[in-house]
């Protein structure tokens, strides 16, 4: 049983990165309840801090594109309302003024500002750091050394940034992981510890 537990999982964690927001609202709005359930009830941070992260993301990624538009192609991703700003600007003060407006988003307590300076990135670079964050996600769960949702993973320019709530232990197992995975360049560690 959990094999196949395990299996489906996997599946999930392997097709994620491809499925469009359509669709991920539609499976998300499947599995509401027990899914998104068993996902908060594993996860170290608490629902409220949960549905903060997401509530940060969706405003920070509002203000991105009303200020900013085309100019700018960038991933905001929230984790214990830390946010990590990840994808490309094109000049220095579109980056700052990006973070600026991240700053100022409700709940906020810090940003992680990781974008480059230049055009926006290909399809095919898009598609190639989903699919190395699938690889790293599914090492992780074939590990079993930690939790899986203890760690989410945001890959950019074959670049992996780890963010979540861990121990030294989870940490350097994750690291380890994603180090050792075909295709990733470096990766960056923007874990909060835990004793």
Do not use: W
């Amino acid at each position: 049983m959990q094999n196949k537990s395990r299996s489906g999982m996997l599946i999930l964690v392997l097709l994620f990165p491809f499925l469009s927001g359509c669709a991920l609202l539609v499976a998300g709005g499947l599995a509401t309840g027990v899914g998104t359930g068993v996902a908060v009830s594993q996860d170290r941070r608490t629902s409220g801090t949960f549905v903060e992260d997401e509530a940060i993301e969706v405003k920070s990624n509002r203000r991105i594109s009303d200020k900013l538009g085309g100019k700018v192609n960038i991933n905001v991703t929230s984790f214990n309302r830390n946010v990590l700003l990840t994808g490309e600007a094109q000049t220095l003060e579109l980056k700052k003024e990006a973070e600026k407006l991240v700053r100022g988003v409700e709940n906020v307590r810090a940003v992680t500002n990781e974008v480059a300076i230049g055009g926006s990135s290909s399809f095919g670079s898009r598609s190639n750091d989903a699919l190395i964050t699938s690889k790293v996600k599914a090492r992780f769960m074939d590990s079993g050394q930690f939790q899986v949702n203890h760690v989410k993973v945001v890959t950019e320019d074959a670049v992996v940034y780890l963010l979540g709530l861990v121990n030294a232990k989870e940490a350097e197992s994750a690291v380890g992981i994603a180090r050792s995975t075909n295709g990733v360049r470096k990766v960056v560690k923007v874990f909060e510890y835990q004793n």
